[in-house]
């Protein structure tokens, strides 16, 4: 069965240092771009970052440039999202997305989702 699996979420201090990852099963990333999005109760999901298996590209959303790199591991058919800087505004749920193959990190269908990871930022 093809699945993503996200983990590293968790409670950590403002200012502090979360890495989170995802994980690909059943398929390989390779020729997709996987993208990571976050969603709070009673809000749209929003995209966090998104880098392309095919040609290395990234893609961040303005508020987290500079703050959350985005790198893969091909060999581990894994993503990270390295979030530095955290905010009690980057409380959500973390999940992370891969676009079916030869699909750039502007496209807007993903085939597979994770089941998300939790981040809580105190202040």
């Known amino acids: 069965e093809a699945q993503l699996v996200e983990s590293g979420g968790g409670l950590v201090q403002a200012g502090g240092s979360l890495r989170l990852s995802c994980v690909a099963s059943?398929?390989?990333?390779?020729?997709?771009?996987i993208a990571w999005f976050r969603q709070v109760p009673g809000k749209e999901r929003e995209h966090v970052s998104c880098?392309?298996?095919?040609?290395?590209?990234?893609l961040y959303a303005d508020a987290m440039k500079g703050r959350f790199p985005i790198s893969s591991d091909g060999a581990k058919n894994t993503v990270y999202l390295q979030m530095n800087s955290l905010k009690p505004e980057d409380t959500a749920v973390y999940y992370c997305?891969?676009?079916?193959?030869?699909?750039?990190?502007?496209?807007?269908?993903?085939?597979?989702w994770g089941q998300g990871t939790q981040v809580t930022v105190s202040s």
């Open positions: 997305a891969a676009t079916p193959r030869g699909y750039g990190c502007h496209a807007i269908r993903f085939d597979y």
């Open positions: 880098i392309s298996r095919t040609d290395g590209s990234t």
């Open positions: 059943g398929f390989t990333f390779d020729n997709r771009s």
